[in-house]
């Protein structure tokens, strides 16, 4: 099955980002003269995208007269003005935009590049419905920039993956971080509670049933979370020879 659409999440506040945030939301911090959501949008057209989500909140208007600029996917938005919703809230508010059909859903601070097949493209080669309600791209943790965590997931040798945190003492498997890149099934979110809530609550539960998978990214994760990191995040990409 083909994923043919995607959910960028653009509500967040920013505030770690700030004060670049002061005057946008965060989805529209420039990196190398191009604003975060349009890195990401080049990326899923590039994949074949077509249809593109995107959740508001923060500054709604200024995200929706900047978007109303692009003519390569069809681009939808999910308001969240009155109320955000947090990661797993989002993205069942926007379910019914969806359909029963798998989506991609990217973080709109997640830059990354590229040594191999493009990320996008190898993920959805990797994606299986019969086995999967998620597949989550991985980062090495050696290579990831501006990433401060002591890793996210752990991942067995037929990808499935697990809570680093909850890997058993015996098990020398190496933790990677998570890019903030996704293929989920709608059925991941069955039976969600309303309201606000995070996507780990969904994800625990796919780990128990041994279906949530982790596809490692052959590139550099760049975590464009601060104002430094953004800096770190433009001399990184600036050095790479074109």
């Known amino acids: 099955m083909s994923v043919t659409a995607a959910m960028i999440m653009g ?3 920013g505030t770690r980002m700030r004060p670049l945030t002061d005057d946008r939301p965060k989805p529209l911090i420039p990196v190398l003269g191009k604003p975060l959501i349009d890195h990401a949008i080049d990326r899923l057209v590039a994949a074949g995208i077509t249809r593109i989500v995107v959740n508001l909140h923060y500054k709604a208007d200024m995200l929706r007269a900047h978007l109303s600029g692009r003519r390569d996917a069809e681009i939808v938005f999910s308001d969240e ?3 955000l919703l947090d990661t797993g809230g989002g993205v069942v508010k926007a379910m019914p935009l969806f359909g029963d059909a798998p989506f991609f859903i990217l973080n709109s601070d997640s830059l990354w590049t590229e040594h191999g097949a493009p990320a996008l493209t190898a993920m ?36 499935r ?7 058993a003492p015996d098990v020398k498997a190496k933790p990677f971080a998570y890019p903030g890149v996704q293929i989920v099934h709608p059925r991941l979110f ?16 796919a780990i128990a049933a041994r279906r949530l998978f982790g596809l490692v990214l052959d590139g550099t994760w760049l975590h464009v979370g601060t ?3 953004r800096d770190e995040a433009e001399a990184f990409l600036a050095a790479i020879p074109a």
């Open 11 to 13: 509500a967040g506040l």
């Open 81 to 83: 003005t009155e109320r």
């Open 124 to 159: 959805q080669k990797a994606w299986n419905p019969a086995a999967m309600d998620g597949l989550l791209l991985l980062a090495e943790m050696a290579t990831a920039l501006g990433y401060e965590g002591t890793g996210d997931f752990v991942r067995d040798g037929d990808g």
């Open 161 to 167: 993956i697990a809570r680093a945190r909850d890997a």
């Open 190 to 205: 069955a039976g969600a509670p309303s309201g606000a809530f995070s996507t780990n609550l969904m994800w625990d539960r």
């Open 227 to 229: 104002p430094q990191a």
